[in-house]
């Protein structure tokens, strides 16, 4: 059995020369594309980004509709708080007089 030959420079530089014709002969002999089949091409790559841009579209939209249902319910929620905040209040002394007053014109009203 013969023992393995180490490749000097020269045999590593012609094997690359010979790999570099080979790759670009076959690269020559492939055929050129049909122009028709790239404007196909083209138009599929529009059509798909034209789709994409519309989802991202109404994506957005369907966000910012999010976004001011959450706006509307938080200052939904803002407002009945304020109301509730409103209707605990504890009374002035004014209004406590007001209402005493009322009751009394009302309990003078009935006797006679």
Avoid: C, G, H, W
Avoid at 52 to 59: D, Q
């Amino acid at each position: 059995m013969a023992a393995y030959k180490q490749p000097s420079f020269q045999d590593r530089a012609s094997a690359s020369a010979d790999a570099r014709k080979k790759a670009l002969e076959k690269l020559k002999s492939k055929a050129p594309i049909d122009p028709a089949v790239l404007a196909e091409r083209a138009a599929a790559r529009a059509a798909k980004e034209a789709a994409e841009a519309e989802k991202r579209a109404a994506k957005k939209a369907e966000r910012e509709a999010a976004e001011v249902e959450k706006r509307e319910r938080q200052a939904a929620a803002a407002a009945e708080a304020a109301a509730r905040a409103e209707a605990n209040k504890p009374k002035t002394e004014a209004e406590k007089k007001a209402e005493r007053d009322a009751r009394y014109a009302a309990r003078k009203a009935r006797k006679k």
